[in-house]
């Protein structure tokens, strides 16, 4: 007995000292707060939350399922009930991204509220023939968002310029010799004519 004991006291402490480790590994995720925007999150068939990878997040939607609250509670009426359709019927769209949006308030103040966007793809893991899980890869595409709102807003701050100013911008493929106009025309009707090289 003496030996069964000793040998489950040393598997105890190695079991404990790993799980130690691997928590403390997944602790280094908060340090690049911002740059790790993927997490995985598991669903049971009622859509609640089983686990999330990577344990620890600092995300504000992966903090709030992790810490018990729904889908239906974190998202508007509306987000929620096009995220239902889209989890019944997920056979059919498997390869079909999911965006929604939230409205996070940084530091509870809802003067500093921002709406942040995430891309959702889903996958159903299997158990049996009538037992499944959800499983979610979520991304936080709340910069890439803003970059191209404002990539469209420079663009047509561009266009208004070239179109006030009366100059034209040409620009020249030297491999085609073709030269193309850049700036936009307008008819008499204030339509968009399509100019080509």
Partial sequence: ???????????????????RDSRNKQRLYQRFDGCLNEFIVVLSQKMEFL????????????MQLS????FAEVLGVSSWNRMKSYFDEIEKHMEMPFLFSLLS?????ADTAKSLWYEMRVS????????????CFIRNISRENESRREREMLQ??????LQNTGDFLWSFDV??????????MMDDEHRGILSSG
């Fill in 51 to 62: 686990y999330g990878l990577p344990t620890f997040m600092s995300d504000p939607l992966f």
């Fill in 124 to 135: 159903l893991d299997r158990v049996n023939a009538e037992e499944f899980y959800y499983v």
């Fill in 1 to 19: 007995w003496a030996f069964i004991s000793v040998m489950l006291l040393i598997s105890t402490v190695i079991c404990v000292l790993l799980l």
């Fill in 175 to 184: 491999e085609d010799r073709s030269m193309k106009l850049l700036t936009p």
């Fill in 156 to 161: 047509e701050r561009f266009d208004s310029l």
């Fill in 105 to 109: 308030d940084v530091g509870g103040n």
């Fill in 67 to 70: 810490h018990g609250r729904t």
